[in-house]
């Protein structure tokens, strides 16, 4: 079931909330050895509170489309009481003592959360490692995070992640799910752990872009602990709007699989076909983007980890004897080596030397990028594009390889535009290939219908994994 067929029987009392919650922890327990999607199951938690949730649709509360529905956190989002250790050695144990924003939202829904999803450490990406997620469709190849892994897997309906770079999308892309990254500042960041500050954004993965909008209208909204939340009111997604007659506006940069260009030509034939206006363009500034990107990310990760310095909280290293040692001993032993990387080089671009000649630069640059998303909008409704150029281009020890990766999702973080990812195909291996939307902030309504048009009209999302019923 997608997770609002899963909140329909639960109303009708054709499964009770008790029993879902049940289910998918026993899903869970039998699968994660084999997919190491989840960090951490709160199971005496998800069956105390199912139980209660169980109490209050019995009497008849009024309670959000998704009630009684099980959901699962990317460990980065803080949840009270329960470890929050964004998969790094320097949180491990670390049990928060608030909720997040999000977190807080999904319980006054009626929602189950039923655990904490694998993501790289401190939601940078890194090369696969032996601790990283593996993608059901085969473990050999990238899942990108636990949050795509989970659903794709079956072992949670429907999960909230979040996005700096692309990490909603491409492991949404890797997995055959639907995910969706909103603008920046609709979804409160109140409680997520910091990677890069101005690029992070919380927002949703699940079966279809049906799940990811009921999921998304309960965690956006206002929320004035977040001063960049700027967003007025939670979306509504209830009516549906405008698909016929849009302009879409569809591009391809740089090396770029045959397999994956087939598959979302095909995309844009399909949404061409349903009434759109379809039309490829030239991006503007794609040379730009990684090194603007990848600088930028790498000084704000660099000041955001700074206070994890074996002191006020974190990992402290026990061969520690002075100050200085606290310091180099805690870091170098709680900080994983992508990690390190991002801070010496952001480090280095906020230094006095390198400021004008790198970070200032890549602000610059990032200017240009939002002036021509905006110029793009004024003649297109959307834009389509590929997730990622190849599929398992984050199965690599190459830095560069890992940051190419992003060169189609981190534009639209850096002009903090939403996205949507959706499944649209598979390659020769038979693993899922995905494209992506792209529409002006605030957009998310057209991103949604143009969503529902194409899903209609496909089964893609419907296929999954061998041996995942």
Not at 103 to 128: C, H, P, W, Y
Not at 303 to 309: E, F, I, Q, V
Request: net charge negative; glycine share 8%; charged share 25%.
């Amino acid at each position: 079931m997608t997770a609002l067929e899963l909140s329909a029987a639960i109303r009708a009392g054709k499964i009770g909330v008790p029993e879902a919650a049940s289910s998918y922890i026993d899903r869970i327990e039998q699968s994660n050895n084999k997919y190491n999607a989840f960090i951490t199951i709160a199971k005496e938690n998800a069956l105390r509170r199912a139980q209660e949730v169980q109490a209050r649709i019995d009497n008849k509360e009024e309670l959000s489309p998704l009630a009684g529905v099980p959901v699962a956190l990317k460990d980065n989002i803080s949840t009270a009481g329960l470890e929050t250790t964004c998969a790094s050695k320097m949180l491990k144990d670390y049990k928060p003592i608030y909720n997040a924003a999000v977190t807080e939202k999904l319980e006054r829904a009626g929602m189950i959360m039923i655990g904490k999803l694998n993501m790289d450490e401190f939601a940078l990406e890194q090369s696969v490692s032996l601790n990283a997620a593996r993608n059901p469709w085969d473990e050999n190849c990238p899942a990108g995070d636990g949050s795509a892994a989970a659903v794709a897997a079956g072992m949670t309906p429907i999960a909230v992640g979040s996005d700096t770079g692309g990490s909603i999308r491409r492991p949404c892309s890797y997995c055959g799910v639907t995910g969706i990254k909103p603008t920046y500042g609709s979804v409160s960041r109140f409680g997520i752990a910091a990677c890069a500050s101005s690029l992070d954004q919380g927002g949703a993965i699940g079966q279809d872009i049906d799940d990811c909008a009921a999921l998304l209208q309960l965690v956006s909204g206002p929320d004035e602990r977040d001063s960049t939340c700027i967003i007025k009111e939670a979306f509504d997604f209830k009516e549906q709007g405008k698909s016929q007659g849009i302009k879409i506006g569809f591009y391809f940069s740089g090396g770029i699989d045959d397999d994956v260009k087939k598959a979302v030509l095909a995309a844009a034939k399909e949404l061409e076909d349903a009434g759109a206006l379809v039309e490829e363009f030239e991006m503007p500034l794609t040379d730009y983007v990684i090194p603007a990107y990848s600088i930028i990310r790498a000084a704000e990760v660099s000041s955001n980890l700074a206070k994890y310095d074996g002191l006020k909280y974190g990992h402290r290293s026990a061969d520690a004897k002075t100050l200085s040692e606290v310091y180099r001993f805690s870091r170098s032993e709680g900080f994983g080596f992508d990690v390190k990387r991002n801070i010496m080089l952001g480090s280095l671009v906020l230094s006095s030397d390198y400021y004008d000649t790198y970070y200032r630069k890549a602000l610059q640059v990032r200017s240009l990028i939002k002036d021509a998303y905006n110029k793009l909008f004024t003649k297109y409704d959307l834009i389509l594009s590929p997730v990622t150029p190849y599929m398992s281009g984050a199965n690599s020890d190459d830095p560069m390889q890992i940051y190419m990766d992003s060169i189609y999702t981190a534009s639209s973080d850096l002009a903090g535009l939403p996205a949507a990812a959706l499944p649209c195909g598979f390659n020769n291996q038979g693993m899922p290939l995905g494209f992506q939307l792209i529409g002006n902030a605030f957009s998310e309504k057209i991103i949604v219908d143009a969503g529902r048009v194409y899903q209609k009209r496909t089964e893609h999302h419907r296929r999954r994994p061998g041996g995942v019923q």
